[in-house]
Every structure is written in structure tokens, then in C-alpha cells.
């Protein structure tokens, strides 16, 4: 149902922008007496960005706002207060979003896997609407040359001004992460700035990294939200370098050896996560100060998500997200705001994949057949449909693991005794994450999925028991991993310094899960 929210006016934030063009070719059409007739859409995905570490989601633990900008968004549009990821991994996620497929629709299960050549994607469903198509990336862990590069390529191939594409991070090799954010910054605000009078509508994807490990937010803001701690993991100005050899080392030793963090040196390490939110949240603000400068904001659509969340310790004292397959990881934010969409809070179920389909109908478009997403529009008018349009938000964690989530239950399926050992669990040794063969969470009672009560509660939940056993056969039976192509050294050693596992240069793929199945025979 959608609940009425009072508006909230956002004010100017930036003044000032240059109107250079973004360098390769990001201009619009000469000039013209009226401006295009469908809305603009700009898509703002942030890595690893939790839903409930936004203010707009009821997080509020510092004497300042963690999520300003974003909130304000949020206030003024639509929020969707249980929307979730298909697979807490950047490219299984992004591509989701991108074809309103499952991964194992897509193929795109883990980083750098292929997607298939069949099917349509973004470039495809929005380019019939009249839409330019921009992209702006700092980074994203697919290969460009092909389809998997989740439309890099196609929309670098279009004619600008039909399409052009943006990738900060080649030529800023080395720089650190809120740097490589900086570029992709700035050249959008270099294209808002030149759109007030462009013919076309346009389609701007913006992808920002920094609230990715490793954190290291501004001084002022790790001030602020780091309060008085003084202990072993305080810098006294933080830096990539002083994450990686002082936080993150402190983070898998306590991994590996399944202690927690001491209390005050977890509220350290999720201090400077937030810091980072706040830093892109900054951003944002900036964004859409210039959206208004430039008279756009009224005629554009903006869309605010994340590909998946992080885990700050809760399940199993894990500090990351790609072998997670709970709600920390899951749930992520979806804000939307724009011409025609009525302002409230959506407590429906939705996900990322709904997203392609609900803005192709939203503006007249045609939903391609066959995709795993359903169109929301309905939720952006302020319609209230019954039943509701979505029952079960699934997940999946490659081709092994299975997740279902209703309103009040939560059911993890993993009956091969799947163990996730994407780092820090990747040594011989180690069992890798601990996920049951069967897991029920009453999300009534247990919001955070701590007390699994499949022993004595599955009988109440037979239904979602055998849908999940349908899925996973319908999903999982013989599907058949793409080949990998071959992943360049500087590729591979980029992914392993993020904390994902990583292919060598033979396209070998690394061994990211270890089968235990007895442990599941009933």
C-alpha cells in the first residue's frame, strides 16, 4: 500500500557548474522551440549502499544526518520500503537491474560471468521510447567486450548524440575511490549542465563505487561520525592504504577466527561506512542541485538504488557481502521521484529487476515478454493493487543457493550444503560461511533473521517450502555456466584487493564455494 509523505523542498546545493561537455561526446541536439515530450530518467546506483543506513529509512544515531540529500529525494517522491537485490554481488545485480532477468535467467551469476546473447536489455527496451542513452561508471567488475558488459559497450557504440559512455577508472589507475567518483561527478554535472534545451529525452545511468571497501571517508566526516574512539583502528586521517593494512586485516583475522569485533571497534569500522554514504550522499545532492539549475528536475525522472547491501557483523561476524544471503546484503534502498509519481512510502514487495519494466510502462513504453520483472507503475500513480503485485522476492547465491521473502517470512534454501568462500574464507582449511540447509526467519518477530526457527516452525510455511522447491528446480536444474573470458592480471589483482575472488588470466575460475551435502540429507 502507499502511505501520503509531506513534502520536503531541496534546496540549491551547488552553483557555478562548467559547461564543458563530458570529453568523447555526451552533447545533445542543436537547440529546439520545445523541449522532448517524455520525462528524462536518471538512474543513480550506489555500491553497497544498505537501505537502513539512510535517514529516510528511520536511521538516525549521529548528531548529523548520514543521508541528507537522499532523504530529501525521498520525502519528495516515492520510497520503496522493502525493495530487494536478486544476489548481493555488484555484476549479477547491476545486470538484473539492467534486463529485468534473475541471474540465472541472465547467466551473469558471480563477477566478470558472461550474460547471454539472447534477450533484450536497456539499450534495446529504451531506445524505441526516443531516449538518449549516457552512461557514467568509476567502476563495475564485468568485462566490456561483450553483452556482459552491462550495455558499457552498446551505449559507447551508439552515434552520439544517441548514446555515449563514461569510464573513470582506466585513466585513473591507482587513484583512490572517492577521486574516480570525483571524475564521474563531474562529467554528469558537465551533461546536466548542457541539457536545458536538448531535443531528446535521455536515459543517464550513473554508477558510484566509494561506499564500497575500503572506507576511508573525508577527514570532516570520519570526524563526525568516528565520535571519541580512540582505539586500534582510528586513523587520524583516513586513507585507502590505512583501511587496507590496519581495518581490513583487523576485519579477516576476526572472520577467519569467528570472534566478533569488539563492540566499540565496530562501531569504529561502521562509522567509517557511514562516513562514505554521507560523502555520496553529497553527491547526490550536487546532482540534483544541478538537475534544478538547469530546469531539468521537474522534467526528469530520478531514480536512487544500490546493487546490494554490506554485513557489518551481523551473520556470523561476516564484514562484507558477496557470500551473504540475508537482509543486511539484500534489502536496498529505491527512491524515485519525477514528473507523474505521486509522493509516499510503497510497502509492497519489489526489487531491483522490477525497475526496467516499471519505468518502460511508467512512460509509455512496451515491457518486452518473458522477463522475470513485473511493472510497479501502478505504485508510482498511487494505485493500491489487490493482491499486492509481488508475493515473494527471490534471491539466488550462484547456481546453489536459493532464498525466498515474503512480507513475514524469510526461507533459505541450500540443500547441497553449499559453504560461500569468497574471501576472507578462501583458504583450503576454512569452511567458508556457515549458511544452514534450511533456514526460516519470522521477519514479524525477527526483523534481523538472528533466531532460525525452521525446526519448529516449517510446518507454518508449506506453501513458500514448495514454491521453493519448484524455483530451485525450474532455476538451477541443468543450468550451465558461461566460459569465462580471460581476465586480465591487473583485472584479477583489482578484484582480489576489493575482497572479491577472481579468476586468474586463463578465465579459471576461482573456487568460490565449498559442497557439503550429508550434512543436508534429512
Known amino acids: 500500500m502507499v502511505a501520503a509523505a509531506a513534502p520536503l523542498r531541496l534546496a540549491p546545493l551547488l552553483a557555478g557548474i562548467p559547461l564543458a561537455l563530458v570529453a568523447g561526446g555526451c552533447g545533445g541536439d542543436p537547440p529546439a522551440a520545445s523541449g522532448p515530450t ?72 558471480d563477477n566478470y560471468d558472461p550474460l547471454r546473447e539472447e534477450g533484450s536489455d536497456l539499450v534495446d527496451d529504451f531506445a524505441p521510447l526516443g531516449h538518449e542513452l549516457h552512461g557514467f561508471a568509476a567502476f563495475c567488475p564485468v568485462k566490456k567486450s561483450s553483452r556482459a558488459g552491462l550495455a558499457f559497450a552498446r551505449m559507447a557504440a551508439l552515434e552520439p548524440p544517441r548514446g555515449s559512455w563514461f569510464d573513470a577508472r582506466p585513466g585513473m589507475k591507482g587513484a583512490p575511490w572517492a577521486r574516480v567518483d570525483d571524475a564521474v561527478e563531474q562529467a554528469l554535472l558537465r551533461f546536466l549542465a548542457s541539457r536545458g534545451s536538448a531535443r531528446r529525452p535521455f536515459f543517464a545511468w550513473a554508477h558510484f563505487y566509494d561506499v564500497h571497501q575500503p572506507w576511508s571517508p573525508p577527514a570532516d566526516l570520519h570526524a563526525a561520525f568516528a565520535g571519541d574512539y580512540r582505539g586500534p583502528l582510528r586513523a587520524a586521517a583516513p586513507t585507502e592504504a590505512h583501511f587496507d593494512g590496519v581495518v581490513k586485516e583487523r576485519l579477516d583475522a576476526a572472520m577467519r577466527a569467528r570472534t566478533p569485533l569488539d563492540p566499540a571497534d565496530a562501531r569504529y569500522v561502521t562509522a567509517l561506512y557511514d562516513g562514505g554514504i554521507r560523502a555520496t550522499d553529497d553527491r547526490v545532492g550536487r546532482i540534483v542541485a544541478q538537475l534544478r539549475s538547469a530546469g531539468l528536475l521537474d522534467s526528469t525522472v530520478v531514480c536512487v538504488t544500490a546493487d546490494h547491501g554490506e554485513e557489518l557483523g551481523e551473520h556470523g561476524g561476516f564484514w562484507f557481502h558477496g557470500n551473504s544471503v540475508y537482509d543486511a546484503v539484500l534489502r536496498i534502498p529505491l527512491v524515485i521521484r519525477g514528473p507523474g509519481v505521486k509522493p509516499g512510502v510503497v510497502t509492497e514487495l519489489a526489487q531491483n529487476l522490477d525497475l526496467l519494466p516499471t519505468l518502460l510502462e511508467f512512460l509509455g513504453g512496451k515491457v518486452p515478454p518473458g522477463i522475470d520483472g513485473l511493472s510497479l507503475a501502478p505504485l508510482l500513480r498511487g494505485e493500491r493493487p489487490d493482491p499486492p503485485l509481488r508475493e515473494i522476492a527471490w534471491a539466488e547465491w550462484e547456481d546453489v543457493i536459493l532464498t525466498a521473502r515474503t512480507r513475514e517470512w524469510k526461507l533459505v534454501r541450500n540443500v547441497r550444503g553449499a559453504r560461500p568462500k569468497l574471501p576472507p574464507y578462501q583458504g583450503d582449511d576454512d569452511p567458508g560461511f556457515d549458511v544452514g540447509c534450511r533456514e526460516l526467519y519470522d521477519l514479524r518477530a525477527d526483523p534481523g533473521e538472528t533466531r532460525d526457527v525452521w525446526r519448529e516452525r516449517h510446518g507454518d510455511v508449506e506453501f513458500l517450502r514448495r514454491q521453493a522447491e519448484d524455483e530451485e528446480e525450474r532455476r538451477f536444474h541443468g543450468l550451465e555456466r558461461g566460459a569465462l573470458d580471460a581476465m586480465t592480471e591487473e583485472e584479477r589483482l583489482e578484484l582480489l584487493r576489493l575482497g572479491y575472488g577472481a579468476a586468474g588470466p586463463d578465465g579459471a575460475r576461482a573456487l568460490n564455494y565449498r559442497l557439503d551435502p550429508a550434512r543436508c540429507d534429512e
Open 38 to 109: 517524455r520525462p528524462n530518467v536518471l538512474l543513480i546506483t550506489i555500491d553497497t549502499l544498505r537501505a537502513d543506513h539512510l535517514g529516510c529509512y528511520g536511521y538516525d544515531p549521529y548528531p548529523v544526518p548520514v543521508s541528507p540529500a537522499i532523504d530529501a529525494l525521498a520525502g519528495e517522491g516515492l520510497r520503496f520500503e522493502a525493495c530487494f537485490a536478486p544476489r548481493g554481488q555488484t555484476g549479477p545485480s547491476l545486470m538484473s537491474l539492467l534486463t529485468g532477468l534473475y541471474p540465472s535467467s541472465h547467466g551473469v551469476l
